[in-house]
């Protein structure tokens, strides 16, 4: 079902996935605590379009899969991920809104 108004707390679950995303690139440790909060994010996957849930999961499961590599690897390029996951939630944030 998809909505076009976000409810106050699906908008607090962006923005602390925004906030915890900033987190994560200056601070990597952060990284468990964005992923555990994606994850448990039900209101904010319930109030976006349902393509939009699957996108996150399989976000934070790459992501989580790149913290086991202390490089950067061609597979898992955890800016590049972080990168996505931005693109992710400047989209969400624009759909939220009920553009």
């Given at each position: 079902?998809?909505?076009?108004?976000?409810?106050?707390?699906?908008q607090?679950?962006?923005?602390?996935l925004?906030?915890?995303?900033?987190?994560t690139?200056r601070e990597?440790?952060?990284?468990?605590?964005?992923?555990?909060?994606?994850?448990?994010?039900?209101d904010?996957?319930a109030?976006?379009p349902?393509?939009?849930?699957?996108?996150?999961?399989?976000?934070?499961?790459?992501?989580?899969?790149?913290?086991?590599f202390?490089?950067?690897?061609?597979s898992?390029?955890?800016?590049?991920l972080l990168?996505s996951l931005?693109l992710?939630?400047d989209?969400?944030?624009?759909?939220?809104a009920?553009?």
């Amino acid at each position: 079902m998809t909505t076009t108004h976000a409810t106050p707390t699906a908008q607090q679950q962006l923005t602390t996935l925004a906030d915890l995303l900033a987190a994560t690139r200056r601070e990597p440790l952060q990284l468990g605590r964005l992923c555990d909060h994606a994850r448990q994010a039900a209101d904010l996957q319930a109030a976006l379009p349902p393509r939009y849930a699957p996108v996150l999961l399989d976000l934070v499961d790459r992501l989580e899969s790149s913290a086991l590599f202390s490089e950067e690897s061609c597979s898992f390029s955890q800016k590049d991920l972080l990168d996505s996951l931005q693109l992710w939630t400047d989209k969400a944030r624009t759909v939220l809104a009920g553009g």
